[in-house]
Every structure is written in structure tokens, then in C-alpha cells.
């Protein structure tokens, strides 16, 4: 069974079509990496995956189930309507962060554990300071977001993710909004869960990273998945111009 | 120094009145203001536009005129109400209108990413709000909810204008039998020290908030 399953997938942003005919599978225990230039729509189809954005036409599959489109909406009418089902299974983390910004680091990510799944505070913090050794951040874990480093932001973030058990993680340019000397240590979490077989969908500008971390990269432009293949060829041998062009671009 | 002692000890009593409305009005404006801003960035139209109707009147009218109309013209619908209870019922409204748009504009303040963040965690419409949206908002509020707070410090003197003793009026009556100015001097410095007591107080509060910064 497919983890993440998208069938002919439609996206419109008014007349502009954002999304055009996407088809993918990840398989449990996958990386996949999407690659593509800016507006290319590599966001927009991890915010359907994600539940944050809704498509117009096909259908996603969460391991086997189908999510339910939301209505229409913005985003305080479609909070409305989450049934805490599908989520938890699909954990994202975001280009900046979106910590919470008066909760320390472990508040931060015991809060959905203790107020979504209703899990014991003992509990909680137990696992949430597991996951603060494996992100190596357990020395900052009552500080206050304002407190800590780019990189640091978002280990935690990471690991407020991670704290939800989900089967599957989003991650949409982790390392983007980083200072260069920040961008290792948050690819080298990501590269430990690589290794754990937690599926990964990861949107991402570090080439080097996503050819060495990925089972398959994803190659989006305009809407389109253009390639789907191993790093190996995506980044050897791409038959298509377009891939070449943006490679020679971007390396 | 035995005069001074008595003139203000004549005005405090005079402005237990005052506290009370302050009191009162503080008490019902908060939540009235902050359920009304939740209704003002809620999905049901009707409500939204009635809420607007409400902020705009109520904010677009002075105090005075609201407080006469409550006491003087009420009673023509036959609802005839106390002088406290008329006054404490429009200043309620009247703060809560512009305390309604005070924590309108602070929840619309809070970046769209918190709200994805507790979305993919799955936190529902409740949850998002009541952990993560609105301790964000208080914050940000605190400074024109203080304003506020020492507007109506001020606005508690036009209850004599519905025959009322308040502090001001207090004041003016001994300046009238005594002929001297020591009652208004004695006044302004309890004002101001009223004052000066709110603003300490949020700056506490705004203290304790700002622990994250
Ligand atoms: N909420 C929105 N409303 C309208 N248009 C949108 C919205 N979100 C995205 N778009 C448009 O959809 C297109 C794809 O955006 P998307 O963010 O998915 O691109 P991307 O591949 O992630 O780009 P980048 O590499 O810059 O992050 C862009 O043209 C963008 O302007
Ligand atoms: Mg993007």
C-alpha cells in the first residue's frame, strides 16, 4: 500500500492553474525529494497533501484513505472542520518555522500530544525530551523561540512534529530561510530520520542533499511533474532540457 | 492640613460611585469585547454585519448621548433604569464596541503560520484559538486595551451629567461652598494618581507576557 497516493491532481489559485495532472506515489520508508524552480507549485501540492490547501479535481490518499476535501474557505472555517483523524498521520514542517512563539521549546512540542491526543503531561515531556536529545537541542529545551538560533528553530520544530508519531513527514525548504552555517545540522536530523525509514516528502533547493538523502527526486515545473526518477539520473543524466536548464541554473 | 484631609476624604466619598462604575464597566466589557471580536471573524455573515452595525454606532456616538439616551430616553419605551444601572449598561457597551475591534485587529495581527502550525498538529478551530491564537493576542493588546483603560478613568465624570456624585462633581461642590481651588488640585492629583495606579498595573501584566521576547 502507498503512504501518499495523488491521482490526477487539480489545483487553481483563481484562472491560474497551480497544479496541473499530478500523479504520485511514496511508497512507507521512501524519500522523495521535489526539486523545481520558483512557482513551479512544489509548496502548493504539500499544502493539499497536508490538508492546508484543498484541491479542485483528483484525489489524495492518505495509507489507503482517501482525505476528505474541505469546503471552501479560509483558513479559520477550515480549522473548523478538522477531525483530527487524517492529520496526526501526516506531520509538516515549515520553511519558517511557525514555532510557537510564547511556549518555550519543550511547551511547544508537548502541546498537541497533551491537548490533541490527550496524552498525560508526564508522558508528553518524557517523549518530547527523547526527541530534544535526538535533534541535540535538550540544553535549550526551556528557552523561548526568540531565544535560539535558525537552525535550532527548526530542530524543534522537527521534533514537535516528530512528538505526533506521524507515518508521514512534510518538509517544505526546511533549510531555506537559514544562514548558510546553520543549513548542516538541521539536513543532518533529516538525514538521521532518512536512515530511520520515516517517509519523507521533502521540498528542498540543497542539490548535494537531496541526491545523497532521496530514493526519488521529483523534478516540478509549472504546475507539472515533469520527471519522477532516482537522484542518479535527475542529476547524471536528465533527458529533459528544462531539468537541465534549472540544474546548470541552480549548481 | 486638616481641611485638605477633609475635602479629600469628601471627594473619595464621593467617588465610591466612580470606582464602581470602573469596576463594573472593566468587568462586562472584557469578554463582551472578546466574544464579540471572535464573532466578527466568524463565518456567520449576518453576525458579522451586526457586530459592524454595533462597533459603528457605538463607536461613531459620544458617550454622553449614549448615556442620555439609556436614561432619559429609554424610560419613553418604558424601561425605566437606575441611574447606576443605566450608566454601568452603556459604558459595558460602549467599551466592549471599541474593545471589540481593540482584540479584532490583535487576533488578525497573529501571522497565518500559527494558525497551519496547529492545523497540521491537529489542534481544531477551539483548541487553535483558546492555546495558540488568543494568548498571542493578549499581548499584542495590552497597550490600546490600557488606553482604554485610562479613558475610562475619565469618561467616569460625565455620569453627572445624569445627576450622579462622582469624583468631579464631589470636587465642584466644595469649590462652590468654600470659594477655594484646593478641591480641583485635590482632584487632578486623584486622577492622576488612579491613573498612574493602572498603568503600573499593565505594565505588570504586560510584563508577564512579554517573557518570550
Ligand atoms: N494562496 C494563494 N493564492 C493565490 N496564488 C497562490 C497561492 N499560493 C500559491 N499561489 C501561486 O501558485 C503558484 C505556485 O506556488 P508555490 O508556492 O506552490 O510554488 P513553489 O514551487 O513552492 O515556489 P517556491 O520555490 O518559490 O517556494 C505560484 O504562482 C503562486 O503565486
Ligand atoms: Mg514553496
Known amino acids: 500500500m502507498d503512504m501518499i497516493r495523488v491521482v490526477n491532481g487539480y489545483k487553481r ?24 524552480p520558483s512557482g513551479s507549485g512544489k509548496s502548493t501540492l504539500l499544502r493539499c497533501i497536508s ?3 484543498k ?6 490518499e492518505i495509507e489507503g484513505v482517501k482525505i476528505d476535501n474541505h469546503s471552501e474557505g479560509g483558513i479559520l472555517r477550515r480549522l473548523k472542520g478538522n477531525s483530527n483523524k487524517n492529520s496526526s498521520k501526516v506531520g509538516m514542517v515549515f520553511q519558517n518555522f511557525n514555532l510557537f512563539p510564547h511556549k518555550t521549546v519543550l511547551e511547544n512540542i508537548i502541546e498537541a500530544p497533551i491537548i490533541v491526543n490527550k496524552m498525560k503531561r508526564d508522558e508528553a515531556v518524557e517523549i518530547a525530551e527523547e526527541l530534544l536529545k535526538k535533534v541535540n537541542l535538550f540544553d535549550k529545551k526551556d528557552f523561548y523561540p526568540s531565544k535560539i538560533s535558525g537552525g535550532q528553530k527548526q530542530r524543534a520544530a522537527i521534533a514537535r512534529a516528530l512528538a505526533m508519531k506521524p507515518d ?29 525509514n520515516l517517509t519523507m516528502v521533502i521540498v528542498t533547493h540543497e542539490m548535494a542533499f537531496a541526491r545523497e538523502v532521496s ?29 537541465r536548464a534549472f540544474l546548470s541554473k541552480v549548481m | 492640613m486638616q481641611y485638605i484631609l477633609d475635602v479629600t476624604s469628601f471627594i473619595l466619598k464621593g467617588s465610591v460611585i466612580t470606582f464602581k462604575l470602573y469596576l463594573v464597566t472593566a468587568i462586562f466589557s472584557v469578554p463582551l469585547g472578546a466574544l464579540c471580536a471572535l464573532g466578527k471573524i466568524s463565518r456567520f455573515r449576518i453576525l458579522r454585519w451586526f457586530l459592524g452595525l454595533y462597533t459603528w454606532v457605538f463607536r461613531g456616538t459620544p458617550l454622553m448621548f449614549q448615556l ?12 425605566k433604569l437606575e441611574p447606576f444601572t443605566a450608566a454601568a449598561v452603556t459604558y459595558s457597551i460602549n467599551y466592549a464596541a471599541y474593545l ?52 475610562l478613568i475619565k469618561d467616569t465624570a460625565l455620569i453627572a451629567a445624569i445627576g450622579m456624585p462622582d469624583l468631579l462633581r464631589a470636587a465642584k461642590e466644595v469649590l462652590v461652598r468654600d470659594f477655594t481651588i484646593t478641591p ?15 498603568v503600573l498595573i499593565f505594565r505588570k501584566i504586560e510584563k508577564r507576557y512579554s517573557v518570550h521576547e
Do not use: C, H
Open chain 1, 13 to 36: 489559485f483563481g484562472k491560474d492553474e497551480v497544479l496541473k495532472n499530478i500523479n504520485l506515489e511514496v511508497k512507507k520508508g521512501e524519500v522523495v525529494s521535489i526539486i523545481g
Open chain 1, 168 to 196: 508521514i513527514m512534510l518538509l517544505d525548504e526546511p533549510t531555506s530561510a537559514l544562514d548558510p552555517e546553520l543549513v548542516g545540522e538541521v539536513l543532518n536530523v533529516i538525514k538521521d530520520l532518512a536512515k530511520e
Open chain 1, 55 to 60: 484541491m479542485d479535481d483528483g484525489i489524495i
Open chain 2, 68 to 79: 442620555f439616551f439609556t436614561y432619559y430616553a429609554l424610560p419613553v419605551f418604558n424601561i
Open chain 1, 51 to 53: 490538508r492546508l490547501e
Open chain 1, 215 to 243: 530514493d526519488r527526486v521529483i523534478f516540478m515545473d509549472r504546475g507539472e511533474i515533469i520527471e519522477d526518477a532516482p537522484p542518479e539520473k535527475i542529476f547524471e543524466n536528465p533527458d529533459n532540457q528544462r531539468i
Open chain 2, 184 to 198: 480641583f488640585f485635590i482632584a487632578s492629583v486623584l486622577y492622576l494618581i488612579i491613573t498612574s495606579f493602572i
Open chain 2, 100 to 151: 471589540t475591534e481593540i482584540f479584532r485587529a490583535g487576533i488578525e495581527s497573529i501571522d497565518k503560520g500559527q494558525y497551519e502550525a496547529a492545523k497540521v498538529l491537529g489542534m481544531n478551530y477551539a483548541q487553535t484559538m483558546w492555546r495558540i491564537i488568543l494568548p498571542q493576542t493578549i499581548k499584542r493588546v495590552i497597550p490600546p486595551v490600557s488606553n482604554e483603560a485610562i479613558s
